[in-house]
C-alpha cells in the first residue's frame, strides 16, 4: 500500500466560506508514507474563522494525542 491513502470524513460546517466559517471535520485515515505503518489513524481540525488564524489540528497515534493550534 505504499504511496497510497485511505481516508473517511465528517464535516461539519456552518457559516459561509469567506471569512466567517466554522468547521469541524473527524477523518480517520490510514496514510503509511506519513505514519510508517497501515494502522488506522484518527485525524481532527477545525476552524473558527475561514482558516485565516484559528486552527487545532490532532490525530491519534498509537493512542497518544498530538496537537497544534495555529
Given amino acids: 500500500m505504499k504511496d497510497k491513502i485511505q481516508m473517511n470524513q465528517l464535516c461539519i460546517l456552518g457559516g459561509s466560506f469567506g471569512e466567517d466559517l466554522n468547521k469541524i471535520e473527524a477523518t480517520w485515515q490510514v496514510k503509511p508514507d506519513v505514519?510508517?505503518?497501515n494502522n488506522t489513524?484518527?485525524?481532527t481540525y477545525c476552524t473558527t474563522d475561514a482558516y485565516q488564524?484559528?486552527?487545532c489540528l490532532t490525530y491519534s497515534a498509537q493512542a497518544s494525542?498530538?496537537?497544534t493550534v495555529k
Fill in 65 to 67: 494525542f498530538k496537537s
Fill in 35 to 37: 505514519y510508517g505503518d
Fill in 41 to 43: 489513524k484518527l485525524f
Fill in 53 to 55: 488564524a484559528m486552527g
